[in-house]
């Protein structure tokens, strides 16, 4: 290994111990991320529940999970769980885009203000 070589893995074990300057570009991706994680983790908690209710319902339609449970017909009540389950999952992405709505509302001022002071430097 030559000293380029060296200098530079030194320099970057180096870079993990040294102390984080915050810098503007730093508070505008935490703005970012402030925007947008409530409404990803809205759709990926809702999104999966809506899915996990109608595997539920198909489950009832297509076994015999019914009869062990004592539900003498299941066809009817997997149906309206499937269904159920359906509406959630489609309406998830509508749900995800009013939240990151609001939360660009909530944010977009400060956002833009901390943008145009980043470029214009």
Do not use: C, H
Not at 2 to 15: E, L
Not at 97 to 120: C, H, T, V
């Amino acid at each position: 290994m030559n000293r380029n070589d060296q200098q530079f893995i030194a320099q970057k074990i180096r870079t993990q111990y040294m102390e984080k300057e915050s810098t503007e570009l730093d508070a505008l991706r935490e703005l970012d991320r402030k925007v947008k994680r409530p409404a990803n983790v809205f759709a990926y908690v809702f999104g999966s529940i809506g899915a996990i209710v109608m595997g539920a319902g198909m489950s009832l339609v297509m076994t015999d999970i019914g009869a062990t449970i004592g539900i003498t017909n299941a066809l009817v009540p997997g149906i309206v769980i499937g269904v159920v389950g359906l509406g959630m999952a489609l309406l998830t992405y509508p749900m995800y885009n009013g939240i990151l709505n609001s939360r660009k509302k909530k944010y977009g001022a400060e956002i833009i203000k901390l943008s145009d002071k980043i470029m214009n430097k």
